[in-house]
């Protein structure tokens, strides 16, 4: 069985697995597990790596929620561009683009490529309200054209999010199965390097937020849920790859360094959302005084509330 990479960051669980067999040969896989053999094309066989496969799925579903919670606060309190540093969005959506890069250089799993491109997508829901309450609360008049604008925008990304996987999936395997050995070599290298840009964005993005949240002394705004979730998913990531290491047959060494850009960003990103969940916990009682005189209403209009309701009312 190969020993294969999987450099996508924030999901990859960095297992061993078989690479898929041409059509005519049937794959070697008598007593692995079915349901992961079916669903992640990879064959596994021991206690170790059952294990390993079930703790990276519990990394992927954790991040795959992670924006979720943020995204819905934002809706609700319109508070986005208050709350949130636009270098943290910046940073988190060009650490998802260079995981997405590495992701199809190294022709992935497309359960990793899907997951990718919803971590893309939900970062661009995210950059979007930022944007959108930015200019919605900088204007003096109410625009209906931005809000049309806004959902036009999120409808189209939708669709694409639908149709983009199966594109790109098929894309990748024409060209990994008609390309030459040095081709391949030189994506997969491309791939790597992909995977430490991914790793120096992930830790970049950090500290504009923790910035942010010091200079107000609070934050007010943004979810715990995204850094708690973060943090599962990347302390779940790392002990699925330790996992691996006491049934695996080939090198340790080489295993762990091929892994190593992706367990430095994890147990980075981790240490530093230990920082941001001191954060907070010391500002939690700082909340600015229109929220404590006004606790049951909303500062900002949501997005999703009609204009001309608001006018009757």
Known sequence: MAT???????????????APAAAAVKPLCENGTPWILYLLEECVDNMWEYLSVVIGLVSMFCFLLST?????????????????????LFFLFSG??????????????PIQVVAVIFYIFTDLILISQ???????????????????????????????LLTLPKIIIDSNTAVSAQGPDTTRKSMKLAGFICGYM??????????????????????????YLLFALAMMGNGTYGLSVMLVLPALRGSKQAFIMNHLAWLIGSAGVLVL????TAQFILYRNNRTSKSIALPSTTEVEPLLCDDEEQSVL
Request: hydrophobic letters at 35%; aromatic letters at 18%; proline letters at 4%.
């Open 4 to 18: 294969g990479h999987l450099p996508t960051g924030r999901t990859s669980h960095g297992l061993n697995w078989s």
């Open 198 to 223: 991914a790793t120096i964005f992930y830790l970049l993005s950090r500290f504009p937020q923790l910035y942010k949240n010091f200079q107000r002394q609070s934050t007010e705004g943004t979810s």
């Open 273 to 276: 959302d230990f920082f941001v």
């Open 96 to 109: 998802d683009l260079t995981n997405f890069a590495g992701c199809y250089l190294t022709s992935q799993l």
């Open 68 to 88: 979720l919670p943020q995204v819905y606060v934002a809706y609700r309190n319109g508070k986005v561009e208050e709350a949130m540093s636009f270098g943290f």
């Open 130 to 160: 930022f944007l959108y309450y930015k200019i919605k609360n900088n204007s003096s008049k109410k625009n209906p054209l931005l809000k049309w604008l806004c959902f036009m925008w999120c409808g189209a990304g939708t669709l694409l």
